[in-house]
Structures are given as C-alpha cells and as structure tokens.
C-alpha cells in the first residue's frame, strides 16, 4: 500500500488497493480529521501507519455512509473518545442493521477474496457518536472543515467534506466504476451531484469515494448521467417496462455486466419511489 499523497494545502488523499477507497486526511494546527476508514481491522492498521507518517495530532474521523468500505474500520482507529461524524441514517444503519447488512456483505466477498471476507465478517462495528443532518463546522486547530448533507444519493445518508477547494464526495461521485445503486435512490441522486457541481468552482478537487480525482465538469457529466436515468425510469414505470430491458438501455450499460447489474438496481429502486414505498422498505 503506497501512503498518502498531499493534494493541497494540507489536504492528504490515499488510494487503497482493495476497491480503490480514498481516504482523505485534512491536517489541522492541533488536530486532524480523517474522511472514511476501509473496510478491517488489518486495513485500519495500515492506515493508521499512513496517518502516523503525516501527522500524529489528535484525529477525528468522518464516516461519509454507512458502507463497510467506508467505516468498518472505526473501531480499530478512534480511542474512547475519538469524535466520529457521520449522518443520522449512516448511525442509524449502523446501529440497527449493522449485522445483517454485515453478513451479506460477508457472503457477497466470500468468492472474491475469502480472507477478506471472513475477517470483515469478525470486524466490530463502530457507528458515528456525532451526528451531522445538514451542516457542521469541525475546528481542528483554527482550521474550518465543513461537513454536510445535500440529499439522497448513493445511500440516505451521504456525508461531503469540504476544506477550501477540496470536495469530498463519497460515494455519490465515482470515477473508473459505475455508480452504486444496490441501496441507492435514484430519483434523488442527480439533485444531490447538481447542489455538489453548483457548490464547485474551476479549481476545486472532487476526491471522489473510488477512483482518481476528478473536477468541477466531471460533476457536471456524473449529473447528467443521472438525470438520464432518472428519466428513463420515470418513463419506463410509467409504461409497465421489464427491469432489464429498461437497464439495458441505460448508459450505465458501457460498464459491462457491472453496469448491468447496477442499472437493474436502479430501475427496481426507482420503481419502488415511484410506487411510494417508504425508505425502510426499499430493497
């Protein structure tokens, strides 16, 4: 694993190799604040050892969904009193559903990467102990970390971080992969990446939740993408239209089969807003 990059002013990003997850480290005059923390125990660690090289000032952390990629990795990182922002519905997630959506995804790996697996299977869970439902401001160290929420998206609960021209995203930007819609809603994802592109200027760094960095157009581009699907939803419910073939339409099918098999999420997902099904019940 290759350590973290400085990518502005302060501003730290790290690829892992397992799913390509970036975590982004924001270092502080007396504190610092880590966006998402991977997926085990021994991914933790390693991250921890990438941290240590850049900074060894008091870390806060940032879960921007519930995910496992994306804050199994808490417990091993926060201390007792480690300060852990996150989503009302990211805790909640966690909180209520953590196990099971922990066993799924353990089976889901099982194939792929057995140790992984098993090890993700045996991972305590650590939900968020600060909740942010629409903004908040972090200090660490007279440095300002804006945390907020513009809508649904990739989940119910997607978190972004800005620090001065650094957008971090999550989930709700992915670049080198399809978006993932399996807990998605996709009638409100491209409102959410419209307020993230209105909210960009030309210089600013999108850290997106997988992948390279991306820019301000790419927003634009992810938005667009969306809406398209948004459409072809709306329409297709309307019509009564077969979940693959209305899949097989979208653009997300240059993907291959990924692209496939998340469109066909999509559309199920979006019939069910369509057909007025509350949150809790979307599967």
Known sequence: MTGFTEIADGVFVLVYPFLRVNCTLIRGETGALLVDTLST????????EAVLAVTTKPLGIVNTHFHFDHCFGNATLAGPATPIWGHPECARELRENGRAW????????LAEDEPTARELGLTAIKPPNTEVGREDLIDIGGRLVKVSWHGRGHTAGDLVVRVDDV???????????????????????????????????????VVPGHGELVDAEFLTIAHDELAALDWLIREAHRDGGDVAK????????????????EAEHAVRRGYA????????TLS
């Open 41 to 48: 125990g021994s991914q933790a660690r390693e991250l921890h």
């Open 102 to 109: 922990q066993r799924a995804w353990e089976q889901e790996l």
């Open 167 to 205: 957008l971090v995203a999550g989930d709700l930007v992915e670049e080198g992969a399809p978006p993932g819609f399996a807990d998605a809603f996709p009638l409100d994802w491209p409102e959410t990446v419209r307020a993230l592109a209105q909210s960009a200027g030309p210089d600013t760094v």
């Open 246 to 261: 209305v899949a097989a339409a979208s653009s997300l099918c240059r993907w291959g089969e990924a692209g496939q098999r």
């Open 273 to 280: 807003q369509l057909d007025a099904a509350t949150p809790n």
